[in-house]
C-alpha cells in the first residue's frame, strides 16, 4: 500500500458521534422490526424480502446514503454505509442494501441523464429498488459481462443464473453489450423471468434472471458504462467486508452470553479454559478483520489511490473471519446451535454464503498479487 504522508495521512479508523449516531437508528429500527424471530418467520413463509423493514430504513435515510443531495439522497459516504451494513450483518437483515443501496446506486450516481436522475430520487425516498445483473462471483476486474444484448429497436434479451438482490426489486441494472459496444440498461422488473435458486443463505436469496426482448432504457454506454459497473461492484466489495464484520461480531456476542448464562456441573460454560481461550481468541481476529473493513470504506470515501487494494483485502480477510467465527461460534454453542429457533444458524450462513459472494478469498488474494506485480507461481 502507498505509504502514507503528511499531505495524504492515515484515514482513521474511528467512527465519530455522527457516525455512532446513525448506527443507533439504524440498530433501534433493526431491534424492533426485526429481531431474529421475525428474521427465522419471514423465512418460514418464504418471506426473503422484507418491504416494511427496507421502507423504515428508508425513511431513516440509508437507502439514500451514497445518493448526492440534489436527487433527495443525504449525500454521505462509503464510511456512513460500512456503519449501516455492519448492523445489517449483525441482524442478518433480509433488506437489498447490498445491491440496490450500494452496488447500483454508485455506478447510477456518476452517470448523468433525466431517467437516471428520476431513478436516484425514487430510490432515496425508498420507493424503488434496483438490482444489478451481475453475477454473485463478480469482481471489480471481471471484466464486462456478455450475457444480454441490446437490439436495434432497444429491447435486451439474455439471461443470467446467480444473481443476488432480485427478488422483490422494482428495476433492474443491465449491463449489455450493443453489437460491440457496452451499454448500462434499465429494465423493470416486471418485465423480467426470475426463477429462485436454492440458497444457503436464505435471507440473502439468488435468482435465475431471463430476459426476452424487454424494454429498456439506455443509462450509459461506452466507457462510461464499464466505469460507473466497475465503481459500483468495487463499493460493494469493500463494504461486504463491513457486514461481515458485523455478522461476525453478533454470533460472538451471542456466544459469550451463552458462555456467561449456561451451567454444566455447577460452572458456567464460560469459566472452561478452553473454551474462554477460544473465545478471547476469535476476539482478537475480529480485531484485525475490523481494522482492514474499516481501512477500506475509509480509503474508498476518500477516494484513495490504495481503494481498490484495501477492498481485496479487506474481502481476502474478512469473508474468512466471519466464517471462521460463526463456524467456531456454533461449536461453542453446543446443540442449542443447531437448532431453527436459535440466530447462529441465520449468521453461520450469511458467513458462508458471503464468502463467495464478490469474489472468493483466493481471488482477491490473487487480484492483490496482480496490483503488486507479485508472481503467482
Known sequence: MTTPTAERPMPSLLYGDDQEALRAVVH?????????TEVVKGLDQARPYDERLWRQLAQAGVAGLLIPEEFGGSGAGTVEMAVVVEELGRAAAPVPALTSAVLATTALTSLRGAAVAELLEAMAAGEVSVAPLVPVAAMPDSGWPPDFQLSADGRVTGQLSLVAGVLGCTRLLVPANAGSDPVLLLVEAADAEITTTPSLDMTRPVSRVELKAAPAVTAASGPQSQAALRAGILAATALLASEQLGTAERALEVTCEHLRTRFQFGRALGSYQALRHGAAQLWTDLT????????????????????ELAAHLAQAVCAEAALHTCESCLQMMGGIGFTWEHPTHLLLKRAAAGLRLFGTPEAHRLAIGRLRDIPTS
Open 288 to 307: 484485525g478483520a475490523r481494522a482492514v473493513a474499516r481501512y477500506a470504506a475509509a480509503c474508498l470515501a476518500d477516494a484513495d489511490p490504495d481503494a
Open 28 to 36: 433501534e429500527i433493526l431491534d424492533d422490526l426485526a429481531p431474529w
